[in-house]
């Protein structure tokens, strides 16, 4: 590039110049081979990122791959609840051992380790992004084909922690169809180019809602502007998920492996293929 300053960090351009942060990627602990990374980000909390990374570790899961969730989201885990995971995480001299889920996918979240899970996280954020950290390299993971890392919402400190610390593959933006959908489309598109990590698509939670008489789509947060915005920055729009009661059940009662529908095939199909 004829205008290439040299200081990747100003600059979001994808060219050869571009190399992976390498130094800063934490040391795996040697009892974890995990193959591929998955990250799952929004751009505000309660959109459904954590309902989008349980179903997605589920769906690989029932597909026969090894899979396991790092919840990096510190200040407001949900995974253990999502997968009713009331135990607490054990260890040994070697590392800590993450918790598997009733279908055997393998969970390590801050709420697995605190002695009183209402126990709030008033960290700040290095001390956060320290924790994620430790998550890597000190979590005895074993094998997984597919990890997926709940995020904390935003593109803050722990965010920035996890591009820069773990081999992310790809990430997956959850949006709902109020959020201001191109802008923070466009946050994520350039938080991941100058992180060096390539964006696999966007989601659509709370897309719909279906008439249980007539089956119609009800479009209750007004039409979506989310395929405008994928077109915009070239990213294909995965999946729309509808508001689904039979869905917030099983969050809430902590059985999401039960959970029936197809929304996320595709996106289970894309993923296999990486
Ligand atoms: N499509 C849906 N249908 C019904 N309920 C949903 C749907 N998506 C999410 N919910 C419910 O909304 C709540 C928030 O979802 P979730 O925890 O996945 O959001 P989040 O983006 O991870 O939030 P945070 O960033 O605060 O952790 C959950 O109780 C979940 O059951």
């Known amino acids: 590039m004829s205008e290439c300053s040299h200081n990747c960090a100003s600059c979001s351009e994808n060219c050869g110049e571009r190399t992976a942060p390498e130094s800063m990627l934490a040391p795996e602990n040697p009892h974890s081979n995990v193959r591929k990374v998955i990250g799952i980000v929004s751009g505000k909390g309660g959109v ?4 989008v990374t349980s179903m997605l570790a589920v769906l690989m899961r029932r597909k026969g791959y090894e899979t396991a969730i790092l919840d990096a989201d510190i200040t407001g885990p949900s ?33 697995l380790l605190l ?3 209402t126990e709030p996280v008033v960290w700040r954020g290095p001390v956060i992004g320290n924790a994620v950290t430790q998550f890597w390299s000190d979590v005895m993971w074993g094998d997984v084909d597919f990890m997926f890392v709940d995020m904390p919402p935003g593109t803050g400190d722990v965010p920035l922690t996890v591009f820069q610390s773990l081999p992310v593959d790809g990430i997956i933006v959850v949006t709902s169809p109020q959020d201001l959908v191109s802008m923070i489309v466009g946050k994520a598109v350039k ?3 100058k992180m060096n990590v390539p964006i696999l698509g966007v989601v659509e939670n709370y897309s719909y809602l279906a008439c249980p008489d007539c089956g119609k789509h ?4 007004g039409e979506s502007h989310v395929e405008e915005a994928a077109e915009k920055y070239g990213l294909p729009v995965l999946a729309k998920l509808p508001i689904d009661p039979a869905v917030a059940a099983a969050c809430d009662s902590g059985m999401i492996e039960l959970f029936d529908g197809d929304w996320l095939d595709g996106t289970v199909e894309m993923l296999e293929k990486l």
């Open 48 to 51: 459904g990122k954590s309902l």
């Open 191 to 193: 938080m991941a180019q």
């Open 115 to 117: 002695p009183d899970e």
């Open 79 to 111: 995974i253990p609840k999502i997968f009713h995971l009331t135990e607490r995480a054990t260890g040994s001299e070697e590392g800590i051992f993450p918790v598997q889920s009733k279908l055997g996918t393998k969970v390590m979240s801050i709420n």
């Open 218 to 221: 009800i479009s209750v947060f």
